[in-house]
């Protein structure tokens, strides 16, 4: 896992722990065709749409807005 990847299983660990935060990181890159090691900040904005919906299933709709978001600006920090 690169930084980039590090940094969004941080992002949902307190929401969703940090096993299963790891967990969907590296499942959400395979179903992107790339490995946590690649993800780059070009591929923020199509991980954070592709987490979004399953996210709502274990934190609400606006928790998992929340949460999209603040992937879509790991290029900022």
Do not use: W
Request: net charge negative; with cysteine; glycine share 6%.
């Amino acid at each position: 896992m690169n930084r980039i990847a590090e940094e969004i299983a941080q992002i949902l660990a307190p929401v969703i722990g940090s096993g299963l935060a790891i967990s969907t990181v590296n499942m959400q890159c395979k179903k992107m065709g790339i490995s946590p090691d690649l993800l780059s900040i070009n591929d923020l904005n199509k991980f954070a749409d592709m987490i979004q919906v399953p996210l709502e299933l274990f934190a609400g709709a606006r928790i998992a807005e929340d949460l999209a978001a603040e992937i879509r600006l790991i290029h900022k920090r």
